[in-house]
Protein backbone atom coordinates (compact mmCIF):
# COMPACT_ATOMS: atom_id res chain seq x y z
CA UNK A 1 0.00 0.00 0.00
CA UNK A 2 3.05 2.47 1.12
CA UNK A 3 4.13 1.71 -2.45
CA UNK A 4 1.11 2.70 -4.04
CA UNK A 5 0.75 6.07 -2.12
CA UNK A 6 4.44 6.72 -3.22
CA UNK A 7 3.69 6.36 -6.82
CA UNK A 8 0.73 8.17 -6.92
CA UNK A 9 2.46 11.22 -5.35
CA UNK A 10 5.00 11.02 -8.19
CA UNK A 11 2.31 10.67 -10.27
CA UNK A 12 0.72 14.47 -9.06
CA UNK A 13 4.03 15.68 -9.36
CA UNK A 14 5.11 15.18 -12.21
CA UNK A 15 1.68 16.05 -13.78
CA UNK A 16 2.27 19.92 -11.50
CA UNK A 17 5.25 19.66 -13.11
CA UNK A 18 4.20 19.66 -16.71
CA UNK A 19 1.21 21.98 -16.00
CA UNK A 20 3.26 24.38 -14.84
CA UNK A 21 5.41 24.45 -17.70
CA UNK A 22 2.64 24.54 -20.29
CA UNK A 23 1.64 27.74 -18.48
CA UNK A 24 4.88 29.03 -18.50
CA UNK A 25 5.57 28.28 -22.60
CA UNK A 26 1.81 30.01 -23.24
CA UNK A 27 2.14 32.98 -21.83
CA UNK A 28 6.05 33.98 -23.18
CA UNK A 29 4.52 33.10 -26.62
CA UNK A 30 1.89 34.99 -26.12
CA UNK A 31 4.78 38.14 -25.12
CA UNK A 32 3.41 38.15 -21.60
CA UNK A 33 6.78 37.95 -20.28
CA UNK A 34 7.95 40.72 -22.38
CA UNK A 35 8.53 39.60 -25.83
CA UNK A 36 7.45 37.63 -28.84
CA UNK A 37 9.63 34.74 -30.32
CA UNK A 38 8.16 33.60 -33.35
CA UNK A 39 9.14 31.20 -35.56
CA UNK A 40 9.63 32.20 -39.03
CA UNK A 41 12.94 30.40 -40.66
CA UNK A 42 13.77 29.33 -44.01
CA UNK A 43 10.21 27.59 -44.04
CA UNK A 44 7.92 29.93 -43.04
CA UNK A 45 6.08 30.96 -40.54
CA UNK A 46 6.25 28.25 -37.50
CA UNK A 47 3.95 27.15 -34.67
CA UNK A 48 3.95 29.95 -33.07
CA UNK A 49 3.28 32.38 -35.35
CA UNK A 50 1.73 35.72 -35.24
CA UNK A 51 3.54 39.20 -33.51
CA UNK A 52 3.06 40.77 -30.03
CA UNK A 53 4.21 44.46 -31.00
CA UNK A 54 1.68 46.06 -28.56
CA UNK A 55 2.71 44.01 -25.91
CA UNK A 56 5.63 46.49 -24.66
CA UNK A 57 6.99 45.63 -21.26
CA UNK A 58 6.12 47.79 -18.26
CA UNK A 59 4.52 50.10 -20.40
CA UNK A 60 1.16 51.49 -18.79
CA UNK A 61 -2.00 50.03 -19.37
CA UNK A 62 -0.77 46.52 -20.55
CA UNK A 63 -0.60 43.35 -19.11
CA UNK A 64 2.34 41.55 -19.70
CA UNK A 65 3.51 39.36 -16.79
CA UNK A 66 5.78 42.12 -15.16
CA UNK A 67 4.25 44.59 -12.02
CA UNK A 68 3.32 47.65 -14.63
CA UNK A 69 6.19 50.18 -15.19
CA UNK A 70 8.49 47.79 -13.97
CA UNK A 71 11.59 47.85 -16.92
CA UNK A 72 12.20 45.26 -19.80
CA UNK A 73 14.70 42.49 -18.72
CA UNK A 74 14.89 43.73 -15.03
CA UNK A 75 17.76 46.63 -14.25
CA UNK A 76 20.08 44.91 -11.70
CA UNK A 77 22.69 47.97 -11.38
CA UNK A 78 21.71 50.51 -9.22
CA UNK A 79 21.27 53.89 -10.79
CA UNK A 80 22.97 57.70 -10.32
CA UNK A 81 20.16 59.10 -11.69
CA UNK A 82 17.78 60.47 -14.54
CA UNK A 83 19.89 60.30 -17.64
CA UNK A 84 19.57 63.22 -20.13
CA UNK A 85 21.94 61.99 -23.34
CA UNK A 86 23.19 59.44 -25.08
CA UNK A 87 27.07 60.12 -24.07
CA UNK A 88 25.47 59.85 -20.36
CA UNK A 89 23.53 56.30 -21.04
CA UNK A 90 27.04 55.13 -22.20
CA UNK A 91 29.07 56.22 -19.15
CA UNK A 92 25.78 54.30 -17.39
CA UNK A 93 26.64 51.33 -19.55
CA UNK A 94 30.36 51.32 -19.29
CA UNK A 95 29.69 51.40 -15.26
CA UNK A 96 27.99 48.31 -15.75
CA UNK A 97 30.26 46.39 -17.58
CA UNK A 98 33.30 47.47 -15.32
CA UNK A 99 31.45 45.91 -12.02
CA UNK A 100 30.34 42.93 -14.00
CA UNK A 101 34.52 41.89 -14.04
CA UNK A 102 34.28 41.36 -17.70
CA UNK A 103 37.81 42.27 -19.85
CA UNK A 104 38.27 43.29 -23.21
CA UNK A 105 34.39 44.31 -23.93
CA UNK A 106 33.84 47.91 -25.49
CA UNK A 107 30.20 49.88 -25.82
CA UNK A 108 29.74 49.40 -29.54
CA UNK A 109 26.76 51.38 -29.91
CA UNK A 110 24.07 53.16 -28.03
CA UNK A 111 20.15 54.30 -29.57
CA UNK A 112 17.65 56.10 -27.38
CA UNK A 113 14.05 55.04 -27.95
CA UNK A 114 10.89 56.19 -26.36
CA UNK A 115 10.92 54.34 -23.10
CA UNK A 116 14.55 53.08 -22.66
CA UNK A 117 18.36 53.61 -23.78
CA UNK A 118 19.52 50.39 -25.37
CA UNK A 119 23.25 49.23 -26.10
CA UNK A 120 25.14 46.90 -27.85
CA UNK A 121 28.49 45.84 -25.84
CA UNK A 122 30.78 44.11 -27.93
CA UNK A 123 33.98 41.84 -27.47
CA UNK A 124 37.29 44.40 -28.80
CA UNK A 125 39.10 41.21 -30.61
CA UNK A 126 36.42 39.41 -32.49
CA UNK A 127 33.71 42.50 -32.82
CA UNK A 128 31.75 40.15 -31.71
CA UNK A 129 28.36 41.22 -29.72
CA UNK A 130 28.55 40.13 -26.22
CA UNK A 131 25.39 42.01 -24.89
CA UNK A 132 22.65 43.63 -25.15
CA UNK A 133 21.42 46.21 -22.26
CA UNK A 134 19.07 48.59 -21.50
CA UNK A 135 19.84 52.17 -19.01
CA UNK A 136 15.98 52.97 -17.44
CA UNK A 137 15.99 56.92 -18.51
CA UNK A 138 14.63 57.90 -14.96
CA UNK A 139 16.94 56.12 -12.60
CA UNK A 140 20.24 55.53 -14.66
CA UNK A 141 19.96 51.69 -13.81
CA UNK A 142 21.36 48.97 -16.05
CA UNK A 143 20.16 45.80 -17.04
CA UNK A 144 20.17 42.82 -19.13
CA UNK A 145 18.06 43.20 -22.54
CA UNK A 146 15.41 40.23 -21.96
CA UNK A 147 14.45 38.38 -24.87
CA UNK A 148 17.50 37.18 -27.02
CA UNK A 149 20.12 38.22 -25.08
CA UNK A 150 19.44 36.03 -22.20
CA UNK A 151 17.63 32.89 -23.92
CA UNK A 152 19.74 32.64 -26.97
CA UNK A 153 23.30 34.39 -26.24
CA UNK A 154 25.56 31.02 -25.76
CA UNK A 155 28.18 32.51 -23.91
CA UNK A 156 26.64 35.79 -21.83
CA UNK A 157 23.26 34.95 -21.70
CA UNK A 158 21.17 33.26 -19.26
CA UNK A 159 21.40 29.81 -21.00
CA UNK A 160 24.54 30.33 -22.40
CA UNK A 161 27.92 28.98 -20.48
CA UNK A 162 28.04 31.12 -17.72
CA UNK A 163 24.10 31.33 -17.49
CA UNK A 164 22.20 29.57 -14.60
CA UNK A 165 20.44 27.25 -16.44
CA UNK A 166 23.61 25.71 -18.98
CA UNK A 167 23.59 25.66 -22.64
CA UNK A 168 20.13 24.44 -23.75
CA UNK A 169 17.98 27.64 -24.74
CA UNK A 170 14.05 28.45 -25.21
CA UNK A 171 11.53 29.24 -28.09
CA UNK A 172 13.61 28.75 -30.70
CA UNK A 173 16.30 26.24 -30.13
CA UNK A 174 19.51 25.59 -28.81
CA UNK A 175 21.77 28.24 -26.61
CA UNK A 176 24.97 26.78 -28.48
CA UNK A 177 26.42 29.52 -30.36
CA UNK A 178 26.41 27.70 -33.48
CA UNK A 179 25.78 29.52 -36.65
CA UNK A 180 24.24 27.91 -39.77
CA UNK A 181 23.01 31.10 -40.86
CA UNK A 182 25.74 33.63 -42.84
CA UNK A 183 24.71 37.34 -41.87
CA UNK A 184 22.99 37.53 -45.29
CA UNK A 185 20.91 34.95 -44.61
CA UNK A 186 19.36 36.11 -41.45
CA UNK A 187 18.73 39.58 -43.31
CA UNK A 188 16.75 37.65 -45.62
CA UNK A 189 14.74 35.84 -42.81
CA UNK A 190 14.08 39.11 -41.35
CA UNK A 191 12.67 40.73 -44.26
CA UNK A 192 10.37 37.44 -45.30
CA UNK A 193 9.31 38.15 -41.57
CA UNK A 194 8.78 41.88 -42.52
CA UNK A 195 7.31 41.50 -45.20
CA UNK A 196 4.35 39.14 -43.97
CA UNK A 197 4.09 40.78 -40.35
CA UNK A 198 5.19 44.85 -40.99
CA UNK A 199 4.62 45.63 -44.16
CA UNK A 200 6.77 48.39 -45.92
CA UNK A 201 9.74 47.79 -43.43
CA UNK A 202 13.34 46.78 -44.66
CA UNK A 203 15.61 44.75 -43.38
CA UNK A 204 19.58 46.07 -41.64
CA UNK A 205 22.61 45.23 -41.23
CA UNK A 206 22.85 42.04 -38.48
CA UNK A 207 24.94 42.28 -35.78
CA UNK A 208 26.14 39.17 -34.84
CA UNK A 209 25.98 37.88 -31.16
CA UNK A 210 26.73 34.23 -29.66
CA UNK A 211 24.04 32.27 -31.26
CA UNK A 212 21.86 35.08 -32.91
CA UNK A 213 22.07 38.09 -34.73
CA UNK A 214 20.35 41.38 -34.05
CA UNK A 215 19.28 44.31 -36.89
CA UNK A 216 17.39 47.50 -37.19
CA UNK A 217 14.40 47.54 -39.53
CA UNK A 218 13.66 51.01 -41.00
CA UNK A 219 10.66 52.57 -42.54
CA UNK A 220 10.85 55.30 -45.13
CA UNK A 221 14.42 54.98 -44.93
CA UNK A 222 14.60 56.15 -40.26
CA UNK A 223 14.85 53.22 -37.97
CA UNK A 224 11.68 52.42 -36.85
CA UNK A 225 12.63 48.82 -34.26
CA UNK A 226 14.63 45.99 -33.87
CA UNK A 227 14.50 41.84 -34.11
CA UNK A 228 16.71 39.14 -33.38
CA UNK A 229 16.87 36.40 -35.55
CA UNK A 230 18.35 33.04 -34.01
CA UNK A 231 21.44 31.77 -35.74
CA UNK A 232 20.45 27.96 -36.11
CA UNK A 233 16.54 27.56 -36.38
CA UNK A 234 16.36 30.90 -38.24
CA UNK A 235 13.34 31.76 -35.82
CA UNK A 236 12.77 35.68 -35.24
CA UNK A 237 12.44 37.71 -32.25
CA UNK A 238 10.86 40.58 -32.25
CA UNK A 239 11.42 43.52 -29.93
CA UNK A 240 8.45 44.78 -29.01
CA UNK A 241 9.12 46.82 -25.53
CA UNK A 242 11.35 49.77 -26.88
CA UNK A 243 8.98 52.39 -28.40
CA UNK A 244 9.70 54.58 -30.79
CA UNK A 245 13.08 55.69 -32.40
CA UNK A 246 15.02 59.16 -31.01
CA UNK A 247 18.60 58.69 -31.72
CA UNK A 248 21.65 56.80 -31.81
CA UNK A 249 25.32 56.91 -31.79
CA UNK A 250 28.20 54.25 -32.59
CA UNK A 251 31.43 53.42 -31.66
CA UNK A 252 34.26 54.82 -34.17
CA UNK A 253 36.55 51.99 -35.57
Known amino acids: MKNVWIVLGIVVLAVAVIAAGLWIGTVWARG ?55 DEAKAAVERYVQSLGYTGLAVHEVMEFERNYYAIVSEKDTGIGAMELLVDKNTGAVGPEQGPNMMWNAKYGMMGRGG ?76 SWHGSFVQMIEAED
Open 32 to 86: GLGGSAISYGRTGPGMMGGRSDDLACGAPGVTTGVQQGMPCGGYTASGQGKIASL
Open 164 to 239: MMGRRGMMGGLATGEMTLSPAEAEEVAQRWLDANLPGRTAGEADPFYGYYTLHFLKDGKIDGMLSVHGSTGDVWYH
